[in-house]
């Protein structure tokens, strides 16, 4: 049985040799066909992948390996059986070039990795990022209670939600776009909201007449503003095809490479998408730095590209937080060395986990803290960077790192359990001051809070802005860092009187007294958490409440006493 199998296998083997498969057609047409299907294949993997025609691309050395891969493959197949007693790939390395084609595009990968590398080109990463030493109380404009930013992204979108739930002809097509951007807009922090379509077929009932309108949630009164556009946006991330902002941007600068697309609106309300250009400064793949901006009109598509310096001010966001601090982070644990970086590490610093912004001066600051690389829980200082133009500047201030503030906060009101946002830095009294607002578990802001940088012990909580201000002054005052300001006699009005109602409500978890007073037609408002004596007033009683003058029907109390 054995024999005969071993007769079987050699006769077979004998007529396949003997009956080799012939090439197809003539060695032009081999030629023609491969690369009339990869080049099909390769506009087709180019339209979904959209790599950027540019040496300096990664995915433009696989993009071109998939295109030597499938052209070797048609050859192969086209070019019939090797003859025999020759290997395959003895065979094919003669007459199929495109092989040594893959081997020079994976060792110019190697190569250009290689030569980027940190460890050899550490200094050169380091520099990546310019940083200035500053003055915090004379750069950082001291800002006003009422125009601190009082919401976060996430409390942003929960009220553009709630907002797009009133609009019958717009919630049912489309959706609120977790991506904005928080700029300056009039001179004043917003967010900026775009919709996207809720489906294809959503997409594809509306995509003549595009997204109608946009949303602008203002970062101080929390009002949520929606823009009808007279012509709808026809280019977006939730467009199909040709229409798409990605494959668009592609289109139109194949050889370009993104790092980021933000959605932004002109002091005119027209909205764009501005597209960060990215090259690397550092061998062939490192050291990625943004070297302009491609502005494309939402509406019309018109495009325009710019180099960083002719960027115009309207524009808030170039430089994405990413990037930022990842130049940072080479800055603060190259710039002594490599080799200092993994045994000394003398000097070396890293941002903290986490970043928010600052509007100063027409322009988005992004603002970190810096601490040191052995992970303890204090800052050694800040960094605030313009997103504009990169524009950096360093201070140094001692002093808590944004999660120690913020469990300080959630102390201060540890009986609601509420949960700190991250800390925003203001300039209060000349003092670095992180502001958060604090909310409950349905992600509603309930109050806020304010904690001194360097001594985090400081806090003052209040269910306004206003009073969490007042009480943060009072404690600056009371430990000696700022001198107590003079009342002003002439602000506040005081009135006397006998309680004739008394009405309760609660607002946000605490308990607000509405007492009206004999002779007077309006109430005033007395929260339990600021005047705990409130809640022992009965009609009858006498009190005086200072108050500062207003026509409203309810009056905000300054000062209350109850007379005893």
């Known amino acids: 049985m054995a024999e005969f199998f071993t007769q079987f296998h050699t006769a077979r083997n004998d007529r396949t040799a003997q009956v080799p498969r ?36 990664r995915e433009f050395y696989n993009f071109l390996t ?32 495109s092989i040594w084609l893959i081997a020079a595009l994976c060792l110019t990968v190697l190569v250009g990795t290689v030569v980027g590398w940190v460890g050899f080109r550490s200094r050169d990463y380091a520099k990546l990022l310019e940083t200035k030493e500053g003055d915090f109380a004379a750069e950082v404009t001291e800002i006003s209670w009422d125009h601190i930013p009082m919401l976060d992204s996430t409390s942003a979108n929960n009220l553009a939600n709630r907002k797009l739930g009133e609009l019958s002809d717009l919630v049912s097509q489309f959706g609120v776009d977790e991506n904005s951007a928080q700029i300056n807009y009039r001179g004043t922090p917003v967010r900026v909201i775009y919709l996207d379509y809720d489906s294809f077929f959503k997409w594809f009932n509306n995509r003549d007449q595009g ?3 946009y949303m602008i949630v203002d970062m101080v009164t929390q009002e949520v503003e929606v823009v009808r556009l007279e012509e709808g946006i026809k280019y977006s991330p939730s467009e ?39 090259e690397k400064k550092i061998g062939l793949f490192g050291g990625r730095d943004i070297v302009g901006a491609v502005l494309v009109n939402a509406v019309t598509g018109e495009t325009e590209y710019l ?108 009986q609601y359990a509420y949960q700190a946002t991250f800390p925003l830095l ?24 304010l904690v001194n940088v360097q001594q985090y012990q400081i806090v003052s909580v209040g ?87 207003a026509e409203d029907s309810i009056i905000p109390a300054v000062d209350f006493v109850r007379e005893k």
């Open 22 to 57: 012939a090439p197809k057609g003539t060695p032009l047409t081999r030629v023609l066909i491969s690369l009339g299907i990869t080049l099909l294949f390769g506009a087709v993997y180019f339209y979904f992948t959209l790599p950027a025609l540019n040496f300096q691309d």
């Open 211 to 213: 997204i109608p309108a």
């Open 307 to 414: 180099p960083v310096s002719e960027v115009p001010t309207w524009v808030d966001r170039v430089f994405s937080a990413e990037l930022i601090i990842e130049q940072y982070d080479y800055y603060g644990v190259y710039h002594n060395g490599f080799f200092n970086s993994i045994f000394g590490q003398k000097g070396c610093t890293e941002t903290t986990d986490g970043y928010n912004y600052i509007a100063q001066n027409d322009d988005v600051w992004l603002y970190t803290g810096i601490t040191s690389v052995s992970g303890d829980r204090g800052n050694i200082g800040f960094v605030l960077v313009n997103q504009r133009t990169k524009e950096a500047r360093y201070y140094s201030c001692a002093g808590a790192e944004e999660y120690s503030a913020m469990d300080s906060a959630e102390g201060a009101v540890q």
């Open 240 to 278: 199909y095809f040709n229409r798409n902002i990605t494959r668009y941007l592609r289109l139109n600068y194949p050889t370009k490479m993104f790092n980021d697309v933000n959605f932004e609106i002109d002091e005119d309300g027209t909205p764009w998408w501005i597209a960060s250009v990215v």
């Open 463 to 549: 269910n306004t802005v206003e009073q969490a201000v007042e009480a943060y002054e009072l404690q600056l005052a009371n430990n000696g860092i700022v001198a107590e300001p003079e009342p002003d006699k002439n602000t506040n009005l005081s009135i006397s009187g006998r309680v004739t109602d008394v009405r309760s409500a609660v607002i946000g978890g605490n308990t607000c007294f509405y007492v009206a007073l004999e002779g007077e037609s309006a109430y005033f408002a007395l929260w339990a958490s600021e005047f705990p004596e409130a809640v022992l007033l009965n009609v009858g009683d006498t009190v005086t409440v200072e108050y500062e003058a």
């Open 426 to 449: 203001l300039n209060l009294g000349d003092q670095p001051t992180y502001f958060m607002a604090l909310k409950d578990a349905a992600g509603l802001v309930k109050m806020y809070a």
């Open 66 to 97: 998939v295109l030597c891969v499938v052209w070797t493959v048609c050859m192969v197949i086209l070019g019939g059986t090797r003859p025999a007693g020759e290997s395959f790939l003895k065979y094919n390395l003669k007459r199929l070039p």
